[in-house]
């Protein structure tokens, strides 16, 4: 039977789809042709590709083996009575106590610093265990450990401590000697801790703004001269000092210390202590035990820049940049800004030579002291003493 003309047109369509592979009808194809694709979601991929760069690892790398430093410091204070009263101290002496009444403050302090050693030693700055009496250290996963003080290198700012655990991770010690102005700088360490009240270490990058800049610094453990330091723009806040500086790959270059600021927070210019110093410190630290007789002072070296900053005649002996109320020195009138130019008739000029005589020195021993006081040479008898910690 002949079709209609209207149905023959129906027909061949039908007889084609008949012809067709079933497989292409249940499988269309995948691709898409160039002038549909998303240009947004090619460009996402390409973004989040390029989040993991080279700080990100390092941050992530580091970040675990830095450590928030907590101190204890107990203060002794001596206050005015003000019930006291010597017109009538023989009537109401029971009632009115002594003129001066002593009591003791704990005095809570943080800082930060960095495991450097899978056995469990540890940077930080001096000054952030200065005449601290209790240390602890609490790791980024919540881990808190009793930290033992190895020992201390006032003049370059930089203590050693040391905890026991198991699993500790740590920062790889990089070269401090070839680093470049310009190149990739960050800071890791726990800023304003007090107040975030968490133990995972805030990042701030920037680079390397200079290198051996020197500076003064009075403030918290003495006075100080640095002649030596990293200087960078990565952001350093109180919290930060004994945190690594970190280049580019992840290897600590040097140890935070200091900032300039006119706020009491970060504007840019902060310093660091660079990790061949802090090495150098370490190995003597753990190569010599810390002398056990102690006069309680924290001695500098009289560099040209110490000398013309304090109008020293010359360049002999060492500066006092600190010193314990409750030490030896103190009861022998020793002040901060003395110059100490000879131990037992031993001209010293230099710090290890001062530790040398003090490790020859017994508990109890006295030492014959010759001392420059402004424009004075005075001399003066210390008893030494067990050293009490940091």
Known sequence: MKLPRRLRGAAAIVALAAALPLSGCAQPSDETPAGLKDPVAEVTAAVEASRSTALVTASANCSPAVVTVNTVQTIRRRVFNPFYSPLWQ????DFMGPPYQEFEEEIPSMGSGFLFDPEGYIFTAEHVVHGADKIEVTLPDNRTFPATWVGSDYEHD???????????????LGDSSNLMIGEWAIAIGN???????????TVSVGVI?????????????????YDDLV?????????????????????????????????????????????????ESARRLLAEESSA????????????NVATALALPDERGLLIGDIDENAPAAYARLARGDVILEVNGRAVDDVPSYEKTLRGAKVGDTLNLKVRRGGRIMEGKVQTETRPGP
């Open 191 to 201: 800023p304003f801790g007090h107040v975030v009240e968490s133990t995972s270490p």
């Open 90 to 93: 023989d009537f109401f002496r």
């Open 209 to 225: 703004s200079a290198l051996r800049r020197q500076m003064k610094n009075s403030g918290q453990g003495g006075l100080r001269f």
């Open 293 to 304: 007789a102690w006069i309680g002072v924290y001695p500098l070296e009289v560099t040209p």
């Open 231 to 279: 200087q960078t723009d990565a952001s350093i806040n109180p919290g930060n000092s004994g945190g690594p500086l970190v280049d580019a790959l992840g290897r600590a270059i040097g140890v935070n210390c200091t900032i300039i600021t006119t706020s009491g927070g970060s504007l840019g210019i902060g310093f660091a202590v660079p990790i061949n110093v802090a090495r």
């Open 158 to 172: 930089i203590a050693v401590l040391k905890i026991e655990g198991e699993d500790l991770p740590h920062v790889e």
